[in-house]
């Protein structure tokens, strides 16, 4: 910066209004440098697989974003993928319950109070409980 306009920037900082708008300035200025310099960048989506209306016909696989999860699973949807069966119709016993698919879904029913699920030739049964 050469002489002359060194003394005309010296003289316009010397009236009040110039430094109070310098200041403005440079406070404005420094917001923005604070601002600008505690930026990071946006959090990567995290990305969970559930089951979408697991137990009927219409059930199937998503993936959805982590912060969606939790709506998913108060209307009954579960973690992880769709328990996938062979052949329509199939079942097998599942604890004192079974499944049975229903469209490439397995679907639980409990047994009856009292029964259990065993297998009964080619075929399952709920039957009562003995006790040895």
Partial sequence: MDGSRFDALARKLAT???RR???RGLAG???LVATG???TRAKPVEKVTLCHK???PAAKTLT???RAVEAHLAHGDSLGPCA???VDRAMECDGT???TCDHGTWVYRDCAPGTACRPFQDRILCDWLTTA
Avoid: L, W, Y
Wanted: proline share 8%; net charge neutral.
């Fill in 64 to 66: 959805v974003a982590d």
């Fill in 97 to 99: 319950g079974f499944r």
């Fill in 84 to 86: 996938e069966c062979p």
């Fill in 54 to 56: 697991p137990g009927t």
């Fill in 16 to 18: 009040g209004h110039s």
């Fill in 29 to 31: 200025g420094g917001v």
């Fill in 37 to 39: 310099a505690g930026r």
């Fill in 21 to 23: 708008a310098v200041f």
